[in-house]
């Protein structure tokens, strides 16, 4: 058999099984070693980032795109930003909900759903705000940084709808600024989300970690506290002070949809 490394390889039909998982381990090891931990473990959790959600649309925080005006988004998604310069923050979290309209989850998205459905993770702990884990049907999600898909006043709390918040009002009661229900930069996370993600990762003996540079604390603190075998996806190397047992280097949308062929071989 050619060990070229082409994937349409997989749907030969004249190959078997056992022929096709041994091309697999040539020309794609780290793929077939995260299948066999995924098969072995009872207990797996998938942390994701930023990453994940490029392919739907959606950039991360290191984007190239300019979107931003050159402003780091770390210094615009603070408390101090909007306490001291509200119209930035609203410019910034206003652009980021515009982009969300149209956005649909992607095909990895409903790979994981799918996975928990059928038990192969038990757990999605994310720092995106987008919705799109809950979207595409995931059930066990524990959404870190909050969602951009809500509001409310920063002062007293009240619930407000995302036109409110689009149109530059302030707070009915209060007079409060307006924010979307987000963590910022300098906020504590919310203490039940976060104590459910530790106490998983705690438990787990798979951790699956995509597309995050890793960069933001708390939350990457995460991977060390697990026991069992910790895997990274990511396009780019993670300037990392972890060391993981596997690193898939490849798109979030591409590496789980190659992964799923192989699980259902
Ligand atoms: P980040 O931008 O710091 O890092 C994203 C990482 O994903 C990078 O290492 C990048 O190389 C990698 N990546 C990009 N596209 C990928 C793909 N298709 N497949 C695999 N890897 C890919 O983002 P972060 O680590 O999540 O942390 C930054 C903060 O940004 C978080 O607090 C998060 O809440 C917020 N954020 C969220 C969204 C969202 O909800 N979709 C979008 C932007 C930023």
Same mark, same amino acid.
């Given at each position: 058999?050619?060990?070229?490394?082409?994937?349409?390889?997989?749907?030969? *039909?004249?190959?078997?099984?056992?022929?096709?998982?041994?091309?697999?381990?040539?020309?794609?090891?780290?793929?077939?070693?995260?299948?066999?931990?995924?098969?072995?473990?009872?207990?797996?959790?998938?942390?994701?980032?930023?990453?994940?959600?490029?392919?739907?649309?959606?950039?991360?925080?290191?984007?190239?795109?300019?979107?931003?005006?050159?402003?780091?988004?770390? #210094?615009?998604?603070?408390?101090?930003?909007?306490?001291?310069?509200?119209?930035?923050?609203?410019?910034?979290?206003?652009?980021?909900?515009?982009?969300?309209?149209?956005?649909?989850?992607?095909?990895?998205?409903?790979?994981?759903?799918?996975? *928990?459905?059928?038990?192969?993770?038990?757990?999605?702990?994310?720092?995106?705000?987008?919705?799109?884990?809950?979207?595409?049907?995931? #059930?066990?999600?524990?959404? /870190?940084?909050?969602?951009?898909?809500?509001?409310?006043?920063?002062?007293?709390?009240?619930?407000? #709808?995302?036109?409110?918040?689009?149109?530059?009002?302030?707070?009915?009661?209060?007079?409060?600024?307006?924010?979307?229900?987000?963590? /910022?930069?300098? *906020?504590?996370?919310?203490?039940?989300?976060?104590?459910?993600?530790?106490?998983?990762?705690?438990?787990?003996?798979?951790?699956?970690?995509?597309?995050?540079?890793?960069?933001?604390?708390?939350?990457?603190?995460?991977?060390?506290?697990?026991?069992?075998?910790?895997?990274?996806?990511?396009?780019?190397?993670?300037?990392?002070?972890?060391?993981?047992?596997?690193?898939?280097?490849?798109?979030?949308?591409?590496?789980?949809?190659?992964?799923?062929?192989?699980?259902?071989?």
């Amino acid at each position: 058999m050619e060990h070229n490394g082409d994937w349409k390889t997989l749907s030969n *039909e004249a190959l078997t099984k056992e022929e096709k998982l041994k091309w697999a381990k040539v020309c794609y090891p780290e793929l077939v070693q995260l299948v066999q931990l995924l098969q072995s473990s009872t207990y797996t959790v998938v942390l994701t980032g930023a990453g994940m959600s490029t392919e739907s649309g959606i950039p991360d925080f290191r984007s190239q795109s300019g979107w931003w005006k050159n402003i780091d988004p770390r #210094k615009v998604a603070t408390v101090d930003a909007l306490e001291e310069h509200y119209s930035l923050f609203q410019e910034f979290y206003q652009t980021r909900v515009k982009a969300l309209e149209n956005i649909e989850p992607h095909i990895g998205h409903y790979i994981l759903a799918k996975w *928990e459905k059928k038990n192969l993770i038990q757990a999605i702990a994310t720092q995106n705000v987008d919705g799109l884990h809950q979207k595409s049907g995931s #059930k066990t999600v524990y959404p /870190l940084h909050g969602s951009i898909r809500s509001f409310r006043c920063h002062h007293c709390d009240q619930a407000v #709808k995302e036109e409110v918040f689009m149109n530059e009002d302030s707070c009915s009661i209060c007079g409060g600024k307006l924010r979307p229900n987000v963590v /910022l930069f300098g *906020e504590t996370l919310p203490s039940d989300v976060w104590d459910s993600a530790y106490q998983s990762i705690e438990q787990a003996d798979l951790v699956i970690v995509i597309g995050t540079s890793l960069e933001v604390y708390p939350v990457n603190e995460l991977p060390s506290l697990t026991k069992g075998k910790t895997v990274l996806v990511n396009v780019d190397e993670v300037s990392g002070f972890y060391p993981f047992d596997v690193i898939v280097k490849g798109k979030a949308k591409e590496v789980l949809e190659k992964l799923n062929e192989l699980l259902e071989l």
